[in-house]
């Protein structure tokens, strides 16, 4: 890989943290936003609900908007608006404010991981777009473990300088895209956007059962994990008795298994079928699942016990991504950015009902949550199993 394209797959990978960061980045800042704002914890909580709630419902269009006009418009006007949004929610002068910025970020912020997705898939082939992919969706893994480790430093300063950073992460990653990636919709190859073909996109998307069976996988197996991270402030701050620069103790171990099941993914791509691989890495994620089971029921609530198990889970998941999200999108080639979308979709969709439904339910103890991770992994197995790319 030239040097110029290594710059490439960062950037695109930049683009795909983008979201994560937007989500996790405040959470340490919970308590103080609260305060501040003169509001509940469960009403900053929501703030998070409502941007999850907008990303998923504006990821069904972002697809279909760089399939129509370009990958590179799309960005400008997607980071644009996220730009502005990041600053009002810096400026917010109440929740119900705070809430309409949220909003904001939430339908323009997806553009970036969306875009990105199509564009691995739009410039690379084979073993190589598998490697990509691996590091695309190991930043976006990453992102929301590194994400909290910095807003507890921002905190410092102040919560509004979280925000102001998300602002300027996002003209940066913006700056490098339109300086670095190449327009990969040329005018030729462009669909017209318009409800009526958007619908009948998604028709064909959604009519196709292995697509929907990947993207419920890709969403379940990435939900297993990303509950705990929103879960963060009760888990980590409540029964762990961690201050919010404290998160990293959990964060960075995640972030370790994230790399180490990414680099196996680099490792495997072109070396062995997707078929053995899912399998191995489901029964690798199954026995850890059962083993913080074990150690939530059996053992007293204790650091080392309640985080090696979600970093080593990571590894699983990590690894098996990127076939799952190449599979997904090779399924429709002609339509890839709005293919990108459905699966983006399918995922957050399931994040949103994890934000506002799941995780209130068991942050109760951490075998709430262990729990949970095991319902996740459960669907993620019992749906890919009757998928052409686990039984072929």
Same mark, same amino acid.
């Given at each position: 890989?030239?040097?110029?394209?290594?710059?490439?797959?960062?950037?695109?990978?930049?683009?795909?943290?983008?979201?994560?960061? *937007?989500?996790?980045?405040?959470?340490?800042?919970?308590?103080?936003?609260?305060?501040?704002?003169?509001?509940?914890?469960?009403?900053?909580?929501?703030?998070?609900?409502?941007?999850?709630?907008?990303?998923?419902?504006?990821?069904?269009?972002?697809?279909? +908007?760089?399939?129509?006009?370009?990958?590179?418009?799309?960005?400008?006007?997607?980071?644009?608006?996220?730009?502005?949004?990041?600053?009002?929610?810096?400026?917010?002068?109440?929740?119900?404010?705070?809430?309409?910025?949220? *909003?904001? @970020?939430?339908?323009?912020?997806?553009?970036?991981?969306?875009?990105?997705?199509?564009?691995?898939?739009?410039?690379?082939?084979?073993?190589?777009? @598998?490697?990509?992919?691996?590091? &695309?969706?190991?930043?976006?893994?990453?992102?929301?473990?590194?994400?909290?480790?910095?807003?507890?430093?921002?905190?410092?300063?102040?919560?509004?300088?979280?925000?102001?950073? $998300?602002? %300027?992460?996002?003209? %940066?990653?913006?700056?490098?895209?339109? !300086?670095? /990636?190449?327009?990969?919709?040329?005018?030729?190859?462009?669909? =017209?956007?318009? =409800?009526?073909?958007?619908?009948?996109?998604? !028709?064909?998307?959604?009519?196709?059962?292995?697509?929907?069976? $990947?993207?419920?996988?890709?969403?379940?197996?990435?939900? *297993?994990?990303?509950?705990?991270? /929103?879960?963060?402030?009760?888990?980590?701050?409540?029964?762990?008795?961690?201050?919010?620069? @404290?998160?990293?103790?959990?964060?960075?171990?995640?972030?370790?298994?994230?790399?180490?099941?990414?680099?196996?993914?680099?490792?495997?791509?072109?070396?062995?079928?997707?078929?053995?691989?899912?399998?191995?890495?489901?029964?690798?994620?199954?026995? +850890? &699942?059962?083993?913080?089971?074990?150690?939530?029921?059996? $053992?007293?609530?204790?650091?080392?016990?309640?985080?090696?198990?979600?970093?080593?889970?990571?590894?699983?998941?990590?690894?098996?991504?990127?076939?799952?999200? $190449?599979?997904?999108?090779?399924?429709?080639?002609? %339509?890839?950015?709005?293919?990108?979308?459905?699966?983006?979709?399918?995922?957050?969709? /399931?994040?949103?009902?994890?934000?506002?439904?799941?995780?209130?339910?068991?942050?109760?103890?951490?075998?709430?949550?262990?729990?949970?991770?095991?319902?996740?992994?459960?669907?993620?197995?019992?749906?890919?199993? @009757?998928?052409?790319?686990?039984?072929?």
């Amino acid at each position: 890989m030239t040097k110029h394209s290594v710059f490439l797959v960062y950037v695109l990978a930049s683009l795909a943290a983008l979201a994560p960061f *937007a989500i996790d980045t405040y959470l340490p800042a919970f308590h103080e936003m609260g305060a501040f704002l003169n509001a509940q914890d469960v009403q900053i909580q929501q703030s998070l609900t409502i941007y999850l709630f907008t990303y998923a419902l504006m990821t069904l269009w972002h697809g279909a +908007i760089s399939d129509a006009i370009g990958r590179i418009t799309t960005l400008k006007w997607g980071l644009s608006i996220f730009v502005l949004a990041s600053i009002g929610c810096a400026f917010a002068p109440n929740v119900e404010t705070l809430w309409a910025f949220r *909003a904001l @970020q939430g339908a323009s912020g997806g553009a970036g991981n969306t875009v990105a997705r199509a564009m691995v898939r739009d410039l690379f082939e084979g073993a190589a777009a @598998q490697r990509v992919m691996a590091t &695309v969706q190991m930043l976006f893994g990453i992102a929301p473990a590194v994400a909290p480790i910095i807003g507890g430093f921002l905190l410092g300063f102040s919560w509004q300088s979280i925000f102001i950073f $998300l602002a %300027i992460y996002a003209a %940066i990653a913006l700056f490098a895209a339109i !300086k670095i /990636l190449p327009e990969t919709m040329p005018p030729e190859k462009r669909l =017209t956007l318009s =409800t009526k073909n958007v619908i009948a996109s998604y !028709k064909t998307i959604f009519g196709d059962a292995e697509f929907a069976k $990947l993207g419920i996988t890709i969403g379940a197996t990435f939900s *297993a994990f990303f509950l705990y991270v /929103l879960a963060s402030p009760i888990f980590l701050g409540k029964h762990l008795g961690f201050e919010p620069k @404290q998160y990293g103790y959990f964060f960075v171990s995640t972030v370790t298994g994230m790399v180490l099941g990414s680099f196996l993914a680099k490792y495997v791509a072109g070396k062995y079928g997707a078929k053995p691989v899912l399998k191995a890495a489901f029964a690798w994620m199954a026995f +850890i &699942v059962i083993g913080n089971l074990a150690v939530c029921y059996l $053992l007293p609530i204790k650091p080392i016990y309640n985080i090696l198990p979600v970093a080593l889970f990571n590894v699983g998941m990590a690894l098996i991504l990127p076939i799952l999200s $190449l599979a997904a999108l090779d399924r429709h080639p002609k %339509i890839r950015g709005t293919a990108a979308s459905g699966q983006a979709f399918i995922q957050m969709l /399931l994040s949103t009902v994890s934000a506002g439904l799941v995780v209130p339910l068991v942050w109760y103890a951490p075998s709430g949550l262990a729990l949970a991770m095991a319902v996740y992994l459960l669907i993620g197995w019992l749906v890919i199993r @009757q998928s052409q790319l686990w039984k072929n």
